[in-house]
């Protein structure tokens, strides 16, 4: 159908995966729960350090869009880092071990992690 | 986010998820897609949470985000989550978290929480039914018996309904989108529909890792916000994931 919502016939013989619709296959890593909180995710972080500040980028970038004093991402960075610290092990101290190795600040790697809670509205 | 739990005539049971997210947080109009999507596929990976070098869940995640939305406890249960919107939503329980009431949990925490240490299919349902939340949710979850499959409609403090296999009557899969099942979809939303006729097209006879596949790659269930496809199944220990796009034409969600 060439009109919204593009409904198509079910869909045949598409697996394994390939076409225009498959991007690629998702990597897998290793987390080792008898590691500290803090350096389990060090690893994964370290390889996707460019992808993951780079998104936190669009989010900021958004964000500045519909304030752009950018006080939103202050607030952020001020107000949701000490909240880090409310959440319940070992949440809390994975995500300041995130932002050691990823260089994000802490708050933007706690609204990283709310976001699905944000938008439930 | 569409999920389902399906049973074959075998028994065996299959849970896959498209994972969809990102509306309205920004266009990218050169490559006509949404740039949350964009960015989060390259963030895309499969973990193996290991103790004492055995392996304890597996799950699909984004780099930096410790929560969890899809995973596989092996030959044990299988679950996923997807977003439920309501005038009641996170933000609400965000509030209340910032303000010092701390006795709910965050949702994709709980997801983890109960991936890392219910032992039983019976014992992560009451968990996922149970537990005061800081936003609402539906969890699909999967088990590893004939008729373990159900989905928990979740509001902050109370599960509202647990929708679940009744193969005796006919019902050999449930799938959840981001409405209630006693709800119509928002009319501009409907993927509800488009899935179940290809579910109900397919057959329980011939339902498998490969056609579940076919689902969800047939438009809208597919769509411009869809990040990955995940699949499961629990008596092998199957768990798939692929990175997906929608090319035009395509629906934006």
Redesign the interface.
Same mark, same amino acid.
């Given at each position: 159908q060439?009109v919204?919502?593009? *409904?198509?016939?079910?869909?045949?013989? *598409?697996?394994p995966?390939s076409g225009?619709?498959?991007?690629?296959?998702?990597?897998?890593?290793?987390? +080792?729960?008898?590691l500290a909180p803090r350096v389990r995710?060090n690893q994964? $972080?370290n390889?996707?350090k460019v992808?993951?500040t780079?998104?936190i980028q669009? $989010?900021k +970038?958004?964000a500045n869009?519909f304030f752009p004093s950018g006080k939103l991402i202050e607030i952020v960075d001020k107000s949701l880092a000490p909240?880090v610290d *409310?959440?319940?092990s070992p949440?809390n101290e994975?995500?300041k071990g995130?932002a050691d190795v990823?260089g994000?600040p802490l708050g933007e790697?706690m609204l990283?992690?709310?976001f699905?809670?944000?938008? *439930?509205? | 986010c569409t999920s389902l739990v399906a049973e074959d005539n075998a028994g065996r049971l299959y849970h896959a998820r498209n994972l969809d #997210?990102g509306l309205f947080?920004?266009w990218d109009v050169k490559n006509e897609s949404w740039? /949350?999507p964009e960015?989060?596929? !390259?963030?895309?990976?499969?973990?193996?949470?290991?103790?004492?070098n055995k392996t304890?869940f597996k799950s699909?995640n984004f780099?930096?985000?410790?929560?969890m939305?899809t995973g596989m406890r092996p030959g044990t249960f299988t679950l996923t989550m997807n977003?439920? #919107? @309501? /005038?009641d939503?996170?933000?609400i329980?965000?509030i209340e978290? /910032?303000l010092g009431k701390?006795d709910g /949990?965050?949702? @994709?925490?709980l997801t983890r929480s109960v991936l890392?240490n219910a032992t039983s299919y019976a014992q992560a349902k009451d968990q996922l039914a149970k537990t005061k939340m800081?936003? !609402?949710?539906y969890y699909i979850l999967g088990g590893n018996q004939s008729g373990e499959g159900c989905v928990i409609t979740r509001s902050r403090t109370a599960a509202l309904d647990i929708w679940e296999l009744d193969i005796k009557h006919g019902i050999w899969y449930v799938l959840e989108t981001n409405y209630d099942r006693w709800k119509d979809p928002l009319f501009?939303d409907?993927r509800r529909i !488009?899935a179940m006729?290809?579910m109900n097209?397919?057959t329980q006879a011939n339902i498998s890792?490969?056609?579940i596949?076919?689902?969800l @790659?047939?438009?809208?269930v597919?769509n411009k916000l869809t990040t990955?496809?995940t699949l499961m199944e629990i008596s092998e220990g199957t768990f798939e @994931?692929?990175?997906?796009?929608? !090319?035009n034409?395509?629906?934006p969600w």
């Open positions: 060439f919204p919502p593009y *409904t198509e016939d079910c869909r045949r013989g *598409t697996y995966p225009p619709t498959f991007k690629g296959i998702v990597p897998w890593y290793k987390i +080792n729960l008898d995710w994964l $972080i390889d996707k992808e993951l780079s998104l669009v $989010i +970038n958004l869009d909240l *409310t959440l319940p949440f994975e995500l995130i990823s994000v790697v990283f992690n709310i699905y809670e944000v938008f *439930t509205v | #997210f947080l920004g740039k /949350i960015y989060l596929r !390259p963030l895309t990976v499969n973990l193996n949470f290991q103790r004492n304890v699909t780099a930096g985000y410790v929560g939305l977003e439920r #919107f @309501s /005038i939503g996170g933000y329980g965000i978290w /910032i701390r /949990i965050w949702m @994709s925490f890392e800081l936003a !609402p949710a501009l409907n !488009p006729k290809c097209q397919t890792v490969e056609t596949y076919d689902v @790659s047939t438009k809208p597919l990955y496809t @994931s692929y990175l997906r796009d929608c !090319p034409p395509c629906m």
